[in-house]
């Protein structure tokens, strides 16, 4: 067989940014500082759900401090 021909899994990319070769790459996300793969692409999904919900909480909570302070004036 020859070497120079290497079978490679249908979707292993190459990051520029990490330098790395991935396993069903899908980007380089910036904010966890990695390239989203095979390997913890759960992991980012749960980081999205909770980025959401905590930031969903703190608008309500804004919002009820500033309904409770405008409603003492």
């Known amino acids: 067989m020859d070497e120079s021909v290497l079978r490679l899994p249908g979707r ?3 990051c520029k940014t990490c330098g790395v ?8 996300c910036a904010w966890i500082r990695r390239c989203v793969a095979a390997g913890n692409h759960f992991f980012f999904v749960v980081f999205l759900v909770e980025t ?10 804004s919002a009820l401090y500033l ?4 409603a003492e004036l």
């Open 67 to 70: 309904y409770v302070v405008i």
């Open 12 to 14: 292993k990319h190459y």
């Open 52 to 61: 959401v919900v905590i930031q969903f909480s703190h608008a309500i909570y």
């Open 21 to 28: 070769d991935s396993l069903k790459f899908d980007h380089h």
